[in-house]
């Protein structure tokens, strides 16, 4: 091989080999540049005969061109592989974050129920359920309604298309039935409180045709009005979170308690809310009574044996005043930005020791 050729695959080897535009142009000043091998031969040009020239000159001017040339695509390459690795440093990501994931929210009515049943719980109580359809046996007959008596008609029936004749069934009018339902499947003691949704063909601004209910019913040796007392102040005290309540008792009529008596609790106004407890006005806020014997009968229970309370109240209201509340009916309306104001957080359940809202 000659000098030259030694010289340019040297050359040519070192372009391709330069890892950086740095070290590119260390090769290229090694080479082409003032002092550089191929410059230094460039200058011996001067000291050949004509004729030599003649034949050295095209070759080693074609060997800088060749060389000025790699040289050249090198540095482009070096320039580009660069500007990628500086773009991949200086990439933004401008895609927006995933929207949020829908998260839910406790009606509140659902959290009232579930704060009723951590407080009832507490005093010994367990949940029970009953049918929304209910037949007129136990939603009216059992409770010591009398066929043709007046009372039936106070609490605006809806009554179902009964297409095989016979009694219509009935949408519950009220949680009582699961009083019923209770004794007919347990034995005393009973200390059972019952949620659920109750309906009467009942509309304005302050009834809707569902409402939500809670029952409550004990039936226990030597139960008498003192422990039912009791039992709601303590429950009303809880449940508002309060220390003091002054609760009245007022006689009143239903047919499957006696005595009966609705239960008021002194409040007091604050502008725009209400603070239960302690004031100068009486609100009622639910209904009670011991069982009437003829219930208990109904059950088969006897009542020179046993004895019992039973209560009941609406929900809908109690949650309207324990959260400020002002309207009853967005209760029902579905609208996902009252849920989000007024609901609660769904693994947030209530206990009476560690908080109940
Ligand atoms: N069921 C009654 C009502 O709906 C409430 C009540 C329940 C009263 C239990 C006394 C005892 O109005």
Same mark, same amino acid.
């Given at each position: 091989?000659?000098?030259?050729?030694?010289?340019?695959?040297?050359?040519?080897?070192?372009?391709?080999?330069?890892?950086?535009?740095?070290?590119?142009?260390?090769?290229?000043?090694?080479?082409?540049?003032?002092?550089?091998?191929?410059?230094?031969?460039?200058?011996?040009?001067?000291?050949?005969?004509?004729?030599?020239?003649?034949?050295?000159?095209?070759?080693?001017?074609?060997?800088?061109?060749?060389?000025?040339?790699?040289?050249?695509?090198?540095?482009?390459?070096?320039?580009?592989?660069?500007?990628?690795?500086?773009?991949?440093?200086?990439?933004?990501?401008?895609?927006?974050?995933?929207?949020?994931?829908?998260?839910?929210?406790?009606?509140?009515?659902?959290?009232?129920?579930?704060?009723?049943? $951590?407080? &009832?719980?507490?005093?010994? !109580?367990?949940?029970? *359920?009953?049918?929304?359809?209910? +037949?007129?046996?136990?939603?009216?007959?059992?409770?010591?309604?009398?066929?043709?008596?007046?009372?039936?008609?106070?609490?605006?029936?809806?009554?179902?298309?009964?297409?095989?004749?016979?009694?219509?069934?009935?949408?519950?009018?009220?949680?009582?039935?699961?009083?019923?339902?209770?004794?007919?499947?347990?034995?005393?003691?009973?200390?059972?409180?019952?949620?659920?949704?109750?309906?009467?063909?009942?509309?304005?601004?302050?009834?809707?045709?569902?409402?939500?209910?809670?029952?409550?019913?004990?039936?226990?040796?030597?139960?008498?009005?003192?422990?039912?007392?009791?039992?709601?102040?303590?429950?009303?005290?809880?449940?508002?979170?309060?220390?003091?309540?002054? $609760?009245? &008792?007022?006689?009143?009529? !239903?047919?499957?308690? *006696?005595?009966?008596?609705?239960? +008021?609790?002194?409040?007091?106004?604050?502008?725009?809310?209400?603070?239960?407890?302690?004031?100068?006005?009486?609100?009622?806020?639910?209904?009670?009574?011991?069982?009437?014997?003829?219930?208990?009968?109904?059950?088969?229970?006897?009542?020179?044996?046993?004895?019992?309370?039973?209560?009941?109240?609406?929900?809908?209201?109690?949650?309207?005043?324990?959260?400020?509340?002002?309207?009853?009916?967005?209760?029902?309306?579905?609208?996902?930005?009252?849920?989000?104001?007024?609901?609660?957080?769904?693994?947030?359940?209530?206990?009476?020791?560690?908080?109940?809202?």
């Amino acid at each position: 091989m000659s000098e030259l050729e030694s010289i340019e695959s040297e050359a040519l080897g070192a372009v391709q080999a330069a890892a950086d535009l740095a070290a590119l142009d260390a090769v290229r000043v090694a080479e082409l540049g003032k002092k550089g091998r191929i410059s230094a031969f460039m200058k011996t040009l001067g000291k050949m005969t004509p004729e030599e020239r003649q034949v050295a000159g095209p070759l080693l001017n074609a060997l800088k061109t060749r060389v000025a040339d790699a040289v050249a695509a090198r540095k482009t390459v070096l320039e580009d592989a660069a500007l990628d690795a500086q773009l991949a440093t200086e990439y933004e990501d401008l895609t927006l974050p995933p929207p949020p994931e829908p998260v839910g929210a406790l009606h509140p009515v659902m959290q009232v129920f579930e704060e009723m049943a $951590a407080i &009832f719980g507490t005093m010994g !109580f367990a949940v029970a *359920e009953g049918p929304d359809i209910e +037949d007129d046996w136990h939603n009216f007959t059992a409770l010591n309604f009398p066929e043709g008596h007046p009372a039936r008609e106070t609490h605006d029936t809806f009554f179902m298309n009964n297409p095989e004749g016979g009694a219509p069934k009935v949408l519950r009018t009220h949680t009582s039935p699961v009083q019923i339902r209770t004794m007919m499947e347990q034995k005393p003691p009973i200390r059972i409180i019952a949620p659920g949704r109750v309906y009467r063909n009942d509309w304005d601004a302050t009834h809707t045709p569902m409402f939500h209910q809670v029952e409550g019913l004990v039936i226990e040796k030597g139960i008498h009005m003192g422990h039912l007392k009791g039992c709601l102040i303590d429950f009303v005290k809880a449940f508002f979170e309060v220390d003091t309540v002054e $609760a009245r &008792f007022r006689p009143h009529f !239903f047919p499957f308690t *006696e005595p009966s008596a609705e239960m +008021d609790v002194k409040y007091t106004k604050k502008g725009d809310s209400i603070q239960i407890g302690q004031g100068d006005s009486w609100m009622e806020i639910l209904g009670s009574g011991m069982v009437h014997p003829n219930v208990l009968r109904n059950c088969g229970i006897d009542p020179d044996e046993y004895q019992g309370f039973a209560f009941g109240m609406g929900v809908d209201r109690l949650a309207m005043l324990k959260y400020g509340m002002p309207d009853l009916r967005p209760y029902f309306e579905a609208d996902p930005e009252w849920t989000r104001h007024y609901g609660f957080a769904p693994w947030l359940t209530p206990t009476v020791s560690g908080g109940l809202s």
